[in-house]
């Protein structure tokens, strides 16, 4: 198999890591994904196969994009409607209160995240310990909503349309919109609809990938996977030194820190680093 993603629409109730270990074991090859999706919620999973695995840090910073379904009037231990219920709040608001709170969520925030959240604390996560009843330290962190928008509100449910960063948990950006309210709020339905310039209507859903007998037609090269980065093609000569681990020089370009994906003479060799005009060997493909 060569290294490639498969983009895999992930049905409710399965978690990533059920999806990872099935799709491994019928296909019989090394898989990876490249974030998260609670067993709640559908929508698109990145799937990294072979040595595509390699490069799963370039999709996971990608940002994202989710339809989301808020109840009103209910705060939940996890923030979702699988979670128990802790209180319960009378719902006093008007969509356009709705609409107004939302504009305050949009840009860079502190979120803290979940209580069930696959966090790691300690070396362990976050979600272990809260099931065992321990109580849980999170740390805020810095997160950006790109956008913020209201698709549908028939109060106590409002749908939002939210466009985020990498990392962004929308079950604690609702459970804080509904704190913002005054209600409270958890998720009812989630559905990640896109990664960066990867859409949910592209995937094959997971059903119909588990009756397939092959991979070949629905995976994609991890050289076409990752032409969201600029691309510079090498020679022999300087292709035999970054292999070698060394630098060239590369002086129309000027930013700073930018992956570009390496070719030499058409054929995709990995994935290199600019820093300061220096093009650098950052992960490249195993040589045959």
Same mark, same amino acid.
């Given at each position: 198999?060569?290294?490639?993603?498969?983009?895999?629409?992930?049905?409710?109730?399965?978690?990533?890591?059920?999806?990872?270990?099935?799709?491994?074991?019928?296909?019989?090859?090394?898989?990876?994904?490249?974030?998260?999706?609670?067993?709640?919620?559908?929508?698109?999973?990145?799937?990294?196969?072979?040595?595509?695995?390699?490069?799963?840090?370039?999709?996971?910073?990608?940002?994202?994009?989710?339809?989301?379904?808020?109840?009103?009037?209910?705060?939940?231990?996890?923030?979702?409607?699988?979670?128990?219920?802790?209180?319960?709040?009378?719902?006093?608001?008007?969509?356009?209160?709705?609409?107004?709170?939302?504009?305050?969520?949009?840009?860079?925030?502190?979120?803290?995240?979940?209580?069930?959240?696959?966090?790691?604390?300690?070396?362990?996560?976050?979600?272990?310990?809260? #099931? @065992? +009843?321990?109580?849980?330290? $999170?740390?805020?962190?810095?997160? *950006?909503?790109?956008?913020?928008?209201?698709? !549908?509100?028939?109060?106590?449910?409002?749908?939002?349309?939210?466009?985020?960063?990498?990392?962004?948990?929308?079950?604690?950006?609702?459970?804080?919109?509904?704190?913002?309210?005054?209600?409270?709020?958890?998720?009812?339905?989630?559905?990640?609809?896109?990664?960066?310039?990867?859409?949910?209507?592209?995937?094959?859903?997971?059903?119909?990938?588990?009756?397939?007998?092959?991979?070949?037609?629905?995976?994609?090269?991890?050289?076409?996977?990752?032409?969201?980065?600029?691309?510079?093609?090498?020679?022999?000569?300087?292709?035999?030194?970054? #292999? @070698? +681990?060394?630098?060239?020089? $590369?002086?129309?370009?000027?930013? *700073?820190?930018?992956?570009?994906?390496?070719? !030499?003479?058409?054929?995709?060799?990995?994935?290199?680093?600019?820093?300061?005009?220096?093009?650098?060997?950052?992960?490249?493909?195993?040589?045959?």
């Amino acid at each position: 198999m060569f290294p490639s993603v498969i983009l895999v629409d992930k049905p409710k109730g399965l978690t990533s890591f059920q999806v990872v270990e099935n799709v491994k074991k019928r296909f019989k090859v090394k898989v990876g994904h490249t974030g998260t999706l609670d067993p709640i919620a559908t929508g698109l999973l990145i799937l990294l196969l072979d040595t595509a695995t390699r490069y799963a840090e370039f999709f996971t910073k990608l940002p994202k994009e989710y339809l989301a379904t808020a109840t009103l009037g209910e705060i939940r231990d996890t923030y979702d409607a699988e979670g128990t219920l802790i209180e319960k709040r009378e719902v006093n608001i008007s969509c356009q209160d709705v609409h107004n709170v939302l504009k305050s969520f949009i840009g860079k925030i502190s979120q803290v995240p979940p209580p069930y959240s696959a966090k790691r604390i300690a070396g362990r996560r976050a979600y272990e310990l809260a #099931r @065992k +009843g321990i109580s849980v330290d $999170l740390k805020p962190v810095e997160v *950006e909503v790109f956008n913020a928008q209201i698709v !549908e509100c028939q109060i106590p449910q409002v749908r939002f349309l939210f466009f985020v960063s990498s990392g962004t948990y929308i079950r604690s950006l609702v459970h804080d919109i509904g704190q913002k309210l005054g209600c409270g709020a958890y998720v009812e339905d989630l559905r990640r609809t896109k990664i960066g310039p990867f859409d949910v209507s592209k995937a094959i859903s997971y059903e119909r990938l588990m009756t397939l007998t092959d991979l070949q037609g629905i995976a994609i090269p991890i050289w076409s996977a990752l032409d969201f980065m600029p691309a510079v093609d090498l020679d022999f000569k300087n292709a035999d030194k970054i #292999r @070698k +681990g060394m630098f060239i020089t $590369l002086p129309s370009y000027t930013k *700073e820190r930018l992956f570009v994906r390496l070719y !030499e003479n058409d054929t995709f060799i990995g994935v290199g680093i600019v820093e300061e005009n220096r093009l650098k060997p950052y992960r490249l493909l195993p040589q045959k």
